[in-house]
């Protein structure tokens, strides 16, 4: 039997992020010292919505910030999926009382910033986590000076040394870089995204849910945020341009250059912004293992995955208490917690990544695909509809660790 270490491992956080904030305070929470390095100056997120499952609040009940989150949150009534083109219902399901209940938490929407500031209140208030704005990781040393030693240096020559390092530095990781050397897969599709004052949104529109209008090569979503105050738009289509995965500025003439063949209904919400944000999207391919000795990676930076299931956030939540319970159960030992985190989290997000590249296909297909997926979900009732996400929806924090 081994002898338990007394004194607490410290760990090195790339990225403050939603899934760099989570793990610093799963972490954090067991007594670990952690030091979080955020390459902005400023401690914030870019972006606007993003949906929040069951799975999520799960999870961040797990972390302390449930209540936190739910106060900001908007709780829909359904998820619709409409037909961009004719304007008929594809499916429409209800995620009220009967959800819950299948469950055990609602689903919910809101601003990205919102959901980044209620996890960095928790971690302003931590004693062991201590935040760096403008520490933009340039090089990384694994080993060097003692078995487990790892020493990051920032671009303005700041060097942090802990017992091990978590990447949580999204799709371009310096971590990842370091662990696997794989390039990301730039899909080609591009997504623009941005609020507008509920005031602004079409009246038969103001729906009270996540609605997709799925179209040929395209799509439209949209959805209330800040108690319907404002709604968020995202619009998303094949780039007919060799594309580089980044964030940029938007062109309100590209955008429209995309979706002449939708109707009118749904059409007219691109007229709706002021300005856009313009995402080149990028997965990558599954890897059986993203953990290296005392190193790792979480989030977008371990399975990068685009949007079309809403669960990038999700995941890197669900990836944060299952690194801290991997941390526990093996008593602190890091390099062996995060093999096992690593071995308990592979396939699930894999199956994620894989899903939403379906599900991509799904959204925007054309001609007899079109009519294959209008007819996919006819008649199908709530229950058989919450069978078919359990798998993703019904993850348990307690369970986390079991394959």
């Not at 010292?33 to 009940?61: C, H, K, R, W, Y």
């Amino acid at each position: 039997m081994s002898t338990p270490r007394q004194e607490k491992p410290s760990v090195l956080l790339v990225g403050g992020g939603i899934g760099g904030m989570a793990a610093a305070l799963a972490l954090a929470r067991l007594g670990l010292t952690v030091e979080l390095l955020e390459q902005s100056a400023a401690i914030g997120e870019i972006g606007a919505g993003l949906q929040l499952g069951p799975n999520a609040f799960a999870a961040l009940d797990a972390l302390g910030v449930g209540e936190a989150v739910r106060r900001g949150s908007v709780f829909t009534d359904r998820l619709v999926m409409m037909d961009a083109v004719d304007c008929s219902e594809i499916a429409s399901v209800p995620v009220g009382e009967a959800f819950r209940s299948r469950f055990g938490n609602p689903y919910a929407v809101s601003h990205r910033a919102d959901l980044h500031g209620a996890i960095h209140e928790a971690v302003k208030q931590h004693p062991l986590i201590r935040f760096h704005t403008s520490a933009q990781v340039e090089t990384i040393d694994i080993g060097e000076r003692r078995e487990h030693d790892v020493v990051a240096v920032t671009r303005d020559g700041r060097r942090f040394q802990a017992d091990a390092i978590v990447g949580c530095d999204g799709v371009k990781s310096v971590v990842r870089s370091k662990l696997i050397g794989d390039a990301p897969r730039v899909s080609g599709h591009v997504v623009y995204r941005a609020v507008v004052p509920a005031a602004d949104m079409p009246e038969d529109l103001r729906w009270n849910a996540p609605v997709v209008w799925a179209g040929p090569d395209c799509h439209l979503v949209h959805y209330p945020l800040r108690h319907g105050e404002q709604y968020n738009l995202v619009v998303t289509f094949h780039s007919r341009d060799d594309e580089e995965w980044g964030v940029t500025d938007g062109s309100k003439e590209e955008v429209l250059s995309y979706f002449e063949g939708v109707h009118a209904r749904p059409r007219q919400l691109l007229d709706r912004p002021t300005s856009w944000r313009r995402w080149s999207t990028a997965d990558r391919d599954p890897v059986a293992n993203w953990s290296q000795g005392p190193a790792t990676l979480l989030g977008d930076a371990a399975h990068p995955m685009m949007q079309y299931l809403a669960q990038g956030a999700c995941m890197a939540l669900e990836d944060a208490v299952t690194l801290g319970a991997a941390v526990e159960a093996c008593d602190f030992d890091l390099p062996a917690a995060f093999r096992l985190y690593s071995s308990a989290r592979v396939a699930r997000t894999a199956r994620v990544v894989l899903s939403v590249r379906e599900m991509g296909r799904l959204y925007h297909a054309k001609g007899v695909e079109r009519l294959v997926r209008n007819s996919l979900w006819v008649g199908r009732t709530p229950e058989r509809f919450y069978d078919a996400v359990e798998w993703l929806y019904a993850w348990d924090p307690a369970q986390c660790l079991e394959p």
